[in-house]
Antibody, heavy 116, light 112 residues
Framework: DVQLVESGGGLVQPGGSLRLSCAAS????????MHWVRQVPGKGLVWVSH????????TYADSVKARFTISRDNAKNTVYLQMNSLRAEDTALYYC?????????WGQGTLVTVSS | DVVMTQSPLSLSVPLGQPASISCRSS???????????LSWLQQRPGQSPRRLIY???NRESGVPDRFSGSGSGTDFTLRISRVEAEDVGIYYC??????????FGQGTKLEI
C-alpha cells in the first residue's frame, strides 16, 4: 500500500522558516512526480508545488514562488518543502501527494501555524 | 489559471437515494496527449482527501461501484447511485491538464 508520512510542521513566527519532509513507501518513489497541497482547516484544497521524478523540474504556486523550495532525495524516498519568509496566510495543513494521472495518493498532513 | 466550479456547494440526500455533483472547468481539460486529467476526491470528516475517480471515469481500486464519473471537455459529473452513511464528507474535483497550477473545485459538502 502507498504510504506518505509528513513531518516537520509546527508553530513558527512570521518571517521564519520550516522544512517539511514526506517519507514515501509502497511504490517506486523515483518514478513518480510529487506535490505539496495545503488546506486551511475548514477550507478548500490549494496546490503549492510539484517536482518531477528526478528532481530536475519544479513548479510553484504564485503565492509561494521565491519563498518555498521543493526537493527530493530518491535514495531516501523523501520529498521536502523548504518554507522561508513565512506569513500568517501560509498557516495550513500541508499534504504530500503522489502523482499518478493527477493527485492520486495523499498523506495525513502536517500542520504549519505562522503566528507571533 | 483553470477555474473549477462545482455545484451544488452542499446537498442533503436521504440514505439509499442518488446524488450528483457537477464540476465545470473554465477551459477544456483535454490534454495534448488525448487524456482528460479530471479527478474526483472525497474528504471524510477529519481525514485526508482520497481519490475516487481519475481521468473522468476510472474508479480507484477499492472504490465502491456506486460511485461513477462522466463528462467531457469542460463539464463533468460525479454520481453516487445510492448514498450510504459513510459517503458523508466533502467532494472535490481536480484538474491536472493545464498546469501550473493544478486546481481544485471549491468542494461540495454531502450530508445525509
Amino acid at each position: 500500500d502507498v504510504q506518505l508520512v509528513e513531518s516537520g510542521g509546527g508553530l513558527v513566527q512570521p518571517g521564519g522558516s520550516l522544512r517539511l519532509s514526506c517519507a514515501a513507501s509502497g511504490f517506486t518513489f523515483s518514478r513518480d512526480w510529487m506535490h505539496w497541497v495545503r488546506q486551511v482547516p475548514g477550507k478548500g484544497l490549494v496546490w503549492v508545488s510539484h517536482i518531477n521524478s528526478d528532481g530536475t523540474t519544479t513548479t510553484y504556486a504564485d503565492s509561494v514562488k521565491a519563498r518555498f523550495t521543493i526537493s527530493r532525495d530518491n535514495a531516501k524516498n523523501t520529498v521536502y518543502l523548504q518554507m522561508n519568509s513565512l506569513r500568517a496566510e501560509d498557516t495550513a495543513l500541508y499534504y504530500c501527494v503522489r502523482d499518478s494521472a493527477g493527485v492520486a495518493s495523499w498523506g495525513q498532513g502536517t500542520l504549519v501555524t505562522v503566528s507571533s | 489559471d483553470v477555474v473549477m466550479t462545482q455545484s451544488p456547494l452542499s446537498l442533503s440526500v436521504p440514505l439509499g437515494q442518488p446524488a450528483s455533483i457537477s464540476c465545470r472547468s473554465s477551459q477544456s481539460l483535454v490534454h495534448s496527449d488525448g487524456n482528460t486529467y479530471l479527478s474526483w476526491l472525497q474528504q471524510r470528516p477529519g481525514q485526508s482527501p482520497r481519490r475516487l475517480i481519475y481521468k473522468v471515469s476510472n474508479r480507484e481500486s477499492g472504490v465502491p461501484d456506486r460511485f461513477s464519473g462522466s463528462g467531457s471537455g469542460t463539464d463533468f459529473t460525479l454520481r453516487i447511485s445510492r448514498v450510504e452513511a459513510e459517503d458523508v464528507g466533502i467532494y472535490y474535483c481536480a484538474q491536472g491538464t493545464h498546469w501550473p497550477p493544478f486546481t481544485f473545485g471549491q468542494g461540495t459538502k454531502l450530508e445525509i
